[in-house]
């Protein structure tokens, strides 16, 4: 069954702010910046649901992603996510549904997408990031993907963008340490296409949105079509592993170490099982 047509409207986000502009750009703010940004349940099925609604604004040009306060976005809120003993054990099928429409979403939309990166870019944050066609970073970006320091696979999505942007021996040592990456390094290695100061980066994110909007609208999504294909091939095949291990992970002692580590704010001792 079709999905029915939504556009990108206020009333239909509580965590994202949304703001359209007359020029076919759209600003759209992950919006928790007393924890950074960090993912919870809303903000999970929120972030799912965007990139359909994007696809089907006919309003809508060219999407800015980016971050309120100092961050982006730091990844999942572990406390709010694992914290709780008592969580439906049905909910990591949801979240993975979730995760592969994030990813999918993303790729299979058409429409250009900037993200503007500032602070932290983190776990899902840092794929989020990623997943933009062109990514802006602030001189303060800190960007990893840390899931292997909460004991758990890079499951919903970094296994499928960084080898893409980097190489596979860079994303594999990113990918085994969680070693966050600064913004000279970033630019470097491939993962941002430009840095900018953190006061100029939206102004500088949305003349380049401006810009691209002011195009030739069907010349312009059928080429990201034509480049993504093959990013969406290799996610196809990557994904359903990854986050089945993610999942798989997530029932692990290390992982709970993990959390009680992050916790009671200290290092985690993993034992391997």
């Known amino acids: ?21 007359d020029d076919g750009v759209a600003v759209v703010t992950l919006n928790r910046p007393e924890r950074h940004n960090a993912v919870g349940g809303p903000m999970h099925t929120e972030l799912a649901q965007l990139p359909g609604d994007i696809q089907d604004d006919p309003d809508v040009r060219v999407a800015v992603l980016t971050g309120a306060g100092r961050s982006f976005c730091s990844g999942a809120d572990v406390e709010a996510s694992f914290g709780d003993a008592s969580l439906d054990p049905a909910l990591p099928l949801g979240l993975e549904g979730e995760a592969r429409n ?15 990166v500032k602070g932290y870019a983190l776990g899902l944050g840092a794929t989020v990031a990623l997943l933009g066609d062109i990514v802006l970073a602030g001189r303060s970006i800190r960007i990893g993907d840390t899931h292997v320091v909460v004991g758990i696979t ?21 990918l085994f340490t969680g070693e966050h990456v600064d913004a000279e390094t970033a630019e470097r290695l491939g993962l941002v296409f430009r840095v900018h100061d953190d006061e100029d ?72 099982r």
């Open 1 to 21: 069954m079709a999905r029915p047509a939504r556009t990108l409207d206020q009333s239909n986000y509580e965590v994202i702010l949304i703001d359209k502009r």
């Open 201 to 272: 980066l939206l102004d500088e994110a949305i003349a380049m949105a401006s810009r691209i909007a002011a195009g030739a609208p069907y010349a312009i999504r059928t080429t990201k079509r034509a480049i993504n294909r093959s990013l969406e091939r290799i996610s196809q095949d990557v994904m359903p592993f990854s986050l089945a291990a993610e999942g798989l992970a997530m029932k692990t002692d290390d992982m709970g170490e993990a959390v009680a580590a992050f916790s009671e704010r200290r290092a985690p001792q993993f034992k391997g």
């Open 102 to 116: 994030i990813v999918d979403g993303f790729l299979r939309l058409d429409k250009p997408v900037i993200t503007a």
């Open 154 to 174: 890079a499951g919903d999505g970094g296994a499928v963008l960084w080898p893409q942007l980097i190489g596979p021996q860079a994303a594999k040592y990113y």
